[in-house]
């Protein structure tokens, strides 16, 4: 690890103010990715901005059609909230499969957006129950806001400080872990609401995506036999030494119906 | 008198009183006063010629002391480190043995190979100005596999080495397996792929090294499982440093399994370099460091054939192998895929003959060494593999044909065509006991079960056997051992009765703080509370071999014992002078002297605190004091084995397969600790399954990275994977070892790789699958089933 600076606000504007006046600095939420990237010296910010004493970015809010969780929510705290396991329970489910406990613990909601890493689970509830990312300065919609790899469509000061969730009638998710990092392989995050479905895949490819075909099969009939037949073309489909684009296309259709299932159940 | 727990007894480990409560002492632990901390600079590539090196801006960094090189290695004319093992071809001609200097010197050969030594006064300064060295690299093609190192054009390792091929190692009767494979009423083939593994113990490799102007002597602290032999090959080979002038250390060290028993060129720099800098220096590994410098494990690509007659009798055996040696020959590398693999392809089986020849090639890797179970998982994976297609093509029950060329218990000892002579066994009988163990009868309704499920359920069987207790000096120097493979003990029985047992073998997991004080408790009737166990420091100990290769209670616990008998043999002595009663009458049981009927005795404590106070003492013909040691070098190997049953369940949907129920019945002889034999076959087992089912150390066929290179790629077995195991011994007596002990390091990483392949290909084979290469991937189970010549059943 390589000296830095550490700021630790209480006032977002002061946070958002320190991001733009250092240059190189970065925020740190729970600091489940940026921290183990310091100590192996492939990230060296000037400065780190610490989002831990912020007010209001922890907790979970019902406000009846929708569910807002606040950016600095651990994923533990999410997946055993009575609130969010009656009313989202698959994104309950989710945040249950993040990594280990010590993660789940440490990790948090506003961090693993912001991130956007291509395996990461949160990504693929976000899309696919279609929620908005409130920011310091605005909300935006989940399709707009993920833009491939690592990357968002957060401004260099922008803070996120909640996640806003559609109440879904089903959502289920689906996650084939890869062997050593527990990461998605593939995860695949399915909701449905009264004016349809949507369907979300993550860790297949360089960012999470959606599936129109499955969505519109499921909007017709949501039963896993509904996809059984849709395949995914594995442009674009990342092949590393866990697995071939082709086996993740595959998986893509096997963790859909799973998701459908688990929707279901 | 106090409280004796002797063998046969499973007490709470001794050792685990301080790791549990954060009182251990790793080498990462020592503070020396003026302590600087050391950082090596590695190479990027794979292969590579090294141009020049520009120290300047490193040197100019801040806290930087010093910045050696190879440069700096060859102008103090320091030796290169050594190999303990040279073989040789069928026309004897010795293995090619080019240098391996602690830093590199004009090429590079493995991503990870040393470059430079960067000292500075803490450990973020030595990092920061490491970064900063200039290396000219011109970059070469590398070979990483060893198929591709030995095709003409492949890319050369070093000038004088052709092909890349270390040595053509041959063993066994080529003639008469030839003769033996054209009688042959049938012959099964098998082409298999050993995947190459990284041992991963907890604690990463760290060194501490000081040097005392005062007296001119060298300490170095290091995670070593031998630190004699350590000093032995670094000071007399290494560093010119004379054997009293040279301390080595391994305190508490967090596992081994192998990967702690090679001497390493990180060893030797930071103790040249602490008398070059007049400071301690430290230097601790990270993990992602351990993975490209630590020894791998494995890596063999190999041909088998199998000759049996109409009957399913094996007539002969043939297997050729190419070996990965990596970049360049660690301690005990050549010896691993030759005579610790060879000798064992006889497994439990009376084939009559065999043949194996082993090419031992040079790549572009990390230098490829002993990992637990070292040469016989490998030869127990292609044997038992082997046997399951000969039944399956001959269409034999698989247990059956193990059966039918099983050697009989009344045939022991049993000489192999293959050198090895086993003393003892009962295969048939931990066959037996295993089938009744894994409910193998009910495995029917349990397949339907999974039917049912959409899956795919199948069972697998391994009976192996192995050699271990390394080793009988004199076989091994045959082979080609450099050293002695003897074990000491010393037994100091202090003047109030406790006793301190100075211990050559090294203790990192293993429990031998407690093991061996159950063998004094028992053996002088001493509570196990009054004896310590001290291993791992060249002051303290008089000499040892270290830990590896299942020896140490084999080897280090037979000298234990002898030294044992000593102590008891001067007892006597003591006794008869006291009792006033002639030696020959003199009894000694439960920790008393007696004379032999009558009921005048000396306790233990008494004889002890004679023997310091000698007042009333034969001392005209017995020294006072009393302390003996023993050496103990084995007459042959031993043999543990045994029968594992693996179960497993395949997704096909996903090609997941899931371990579901797995039995072990293994002869390790004689068990001291049930409890402690009992957490090393769950452990062994573990790491067989983890090779099995999801390790793999991969590298870029081109570049020579390693993509395998961290905890995120590289999939270690977890507690999840695993379902409740039934380990249960069946033991036959070892007949050449004082206790009767065969070892259990090793036997449930041996034991167990086939097992679970076995189970897999047999869960698949109503698919047409005849093998699957390890690790049984999701992705490579999916794949095959792809390509399987039957429909994947649907939902």
Redesign the interface.
């Known amino acids: ?3 830095f600076a550490y700021h630790q606000p209480d006032q977002i504007p002061d946070a958002a103010k320190l991001l733009t006046s250092i240059e190189d600095s970065k925020l740190v939420a729970g600091g489940m990715t940026l921290i183990p990237t310091l100590k ?2 492939l990230a060296s910010p000037v400065a780190l901005v610490d989002l831990s004493k912020l007010g209001n970015l922890k907790g979970i809010t019902d406000d009846g059609a929708t569910i807002t969780i606040g950016a600095m929510t651990p994923h533990a705290v999410v997946a055993a909230s009575k609130l969010v396991q009656s009313k989202i329970p698959g994104l309950a489910a989710l945040a249950s499969m993040i990594g280990d406990p010590a993660v789940r613990r440490r990790g948090t909601i506003g961090g693993s957006v912001a991130n956007n890493d291509p395996a990461a689970d949160y990504p693929a509830g976000v899309l696919g129950l279609g929620a908005g990312i409130v920011t310091s300065t605005r909300e935006i919609a989940a399709d707009k806001f993920f833009l491939g790899l690592f990357e968002t469509a957060l401004e260099p000061s922008e803070i996120i400080t909640a996640i806003r969730f559609p109440v879904p009638l089903k959502a289920g998710y689906a996650k ?1 872990k890869a ?3 527990r990461y998605a392989l593939v995860g695949v995050f399915v909701a449905k609401f009264a004016d349809g479905v949507r369907l979300a895949v993550t860790g297949a490819g360089s960012g999470v995506f959606r599936v129109p075909p499955m969505e519109a099969a499921l909007s017709q009939n949501f039963d896993p036999s509904a996809i059984a037949a849709i395949k995914i073309d594995t442009d674009g489909l990342t092949s590393d ?4 684009a082709d ?1 993740r296309a ?2 893509v259709t ?1 963790m859909a119906k799973r998701a459908v299932d688990a929707a279901l159940s | 008198m106090g409280n004796v727990i002797g063998i046969g007894a499973s007490p709470k480990r001794k050792e685990d009183q301080r790791f549990l409560t954060g009182r251990g002492n790793y080498v990462s632990d020592i503070k020396r006063p003026g302590m600087t901390a050391g950082v090596f600079v590695r190479s990027p590539h794979g292969h590579a010629v090294l141009r020049g090196i520009d120290k300047s801006a490193v040197l100019a960094a801040p806290g930087v002391i010093a910045v050696l090189t190879g440069e700096d290695v060859a102008a103090d004319k320091l030796g290169s480190l050594p190999c303990g093992w040279g073989i040789s071809d069928a026309q004897g001609v010795p293995m090619k043995e080019p240098p391996f200097p602690m830093l590199a010197q004009g090429k590079v050969r493995f991503v990870g190979d040393m470059v430079a030594f960067v000292i500075a006064e803490t450990p ?1 300064q030595a ?2 100005a490491a ?1 900063l060295l200039s290396v000219d690299y011109e970059v070469l093609p590398s070979v990483v596999g060893v198929l591709e190192a030995v095709r003409p054009g492949a890319p050369q390792l070093f000038d004088d080495v052709p092909n890349n091929i270390c040595c053509d190692w041959e063993l066994g009767d080529k003639a008469a397996v030839e003769t033996a494979f054209r009688k042959a009423a049938h012959v099964a083939k098998l082409s298999l792929v050993n995947n190459r593994l990284i041992g991963n113990p907890m604690e990463p490799r760290a060194a501490v090294a000081e040097y005392e102007p005062g007296t001119d002597r060298f300490t170095l602290w290091t995670t070593s499982q031998f630190p004699h032999v350590v000093r032995f090959l670094m000071g007399a080979l290494v560093l010119n440093i004379p054997q009293h002038k040279l301390r080595v250390v391994a305190p508490d060290v967090g596992g081994g399994f192998g990967v702690k028993q090679f001497h390493y060129g990180e060893e030797a720099v930071i103790t040249w370099a602490a008398k070059r800098v007049h400071r301690p220096i430290k230097w601790v590994a ?1 993990r ?1 460091e351990g993975y490209v410098s630590d020894r791998h494990g494995r890596d063999h690509v190999t041909e088998a054939e199998l000759a049996l007659d109409e009957t399913g009798k094996f007539l002969a055996f043939r297997v050729n192998t190419l070996a990965n040696m990596g970049g360049y020959l660690s301690t005990f590398g050549p010896n691993i895929p030759t005579n610790l693999y060879g000798p064992l392809l006889g497994g439990v089986y009376t084939t009559p003959a065999i043949y194996c020849n082993v090419k031992v090639v040079f790549t572009n890797t990390v230098p490829v060494d002993a990992y637990r179970g070292a040469g016989r998982p490998e030869a127990t994976f292609v044997l038992e593999r082997m046997v399951d297609v000969a039944a399956s093509e001959m269409g034999i029950d698989r247990v059956e044909i193990r059966r039918r060329n099983m050697i009989p218990k009344e045939a022991y000892p049993y000489q192999t065509p293959v050198l090895v002579q086993y003393d003892s066994g009962d295969p048939m009988g931990c066959l037996d006991g295993a089938l009744v163990a894994a409910d193998v009868k009910s495995f029917g309704v349990r397949k339907a079960a999974s039917a049912s499920k959409g899956k795919f359920r199948g069972l697998g069987y391994s009976t192996y056997v192995e050699a271990c207790g390394l080793a009988p000096s004199r076989f091994a120097g045959r082979l080609g051992a450099r050293g002695g493979l003897y074990e000491s003990a010393t037994v100091r029985v202090h003047p109030t009765g406790q006793v301190t047992v100075m211990i050559g073998t090294h203790n990192h997991g293993q429990g031998h703080e407690t093991t061996f004080a159950q063998i004094v408790s028992e053996k002088l009737g001493v509570s196990f509370e009054d004896v310590d166990i001290v291993f791992g420091d060249t002051d303290r100990v008089q000499f040892g071999m270290g830990t590896y290769g299942s020896r140490s209670l084999v080897v280090g616990g037979a000298a234990l014992s002898k030294a044992t008998d000593k102590v008891i043999v001067k007892g006597k002595k003591i006794a008869a002078h006291l009792l006033e009663a002639a030696e020959v009458d003199i009894q000694f049981e439960a920790g008393k002297f007696s004379v032999a009927g009558t009921d005048r005795i000396k306790t233990f404590e008494e004889i002890a605190g004679a023997a310091y106070v000698p007042h009333n003492y034969p001392l005209e013909v017995l020294e006072p004091g009393l302390e003996e040691q023993a050496y103990y070098d084995p007459v042959n190997f031993t043999y543990p084995g045994g029968c594992h049953i693996a179960e497993v369940e395949v997704d096909p ?3 997941t397969v899931t371990l579901v129920n797995y039995t072990a019945v293994d002869d390790v002889g004689t068990v001291i600790n049930p409890m402690i034999v009992e957490g090393q076959l769950h452990g062994g087992i573990v790491q067989g399954v983890g090779q099995a089912l ?1 390790e ?1 150390a ?1 590298y870029d066929e081109s570049s020579g990275q390693l ?2 290179g961290s ?6 077995p977890r507690a999840d994977h695993m379902p409740m195991m039934k380990v249960a011994t069946h033991s036959t007596l070892c007949t050449h070892t004082p206790m009767g002990v065969k070892g259990c390091g090793e036997v449930g990483t041996i034991g167990s790789p086939a097992a679970v392949i076995n189970a897999v290909v047999d869960a698949l084979s109503h698919l047409g699958v005849t093998h699957v290469d390890m690790p049984a ?3 490579r189970i ?2 095959l089933l792809q390509n399987a010549s039957l429909p994947v059943a649907a939902e």
């Open positions: 690890m390589k000296l192996q010296r084939f062997p050593a990092s030494i866990h697995a071939e086996y595959h998986l096997i | 973020e990092n920061a970064e990270s992602s949907e996903t090609g999801f793999n991969v993509l395998s905890l995120m790629d590289y999939c270690m991937t999701p992705n999916w794949r």
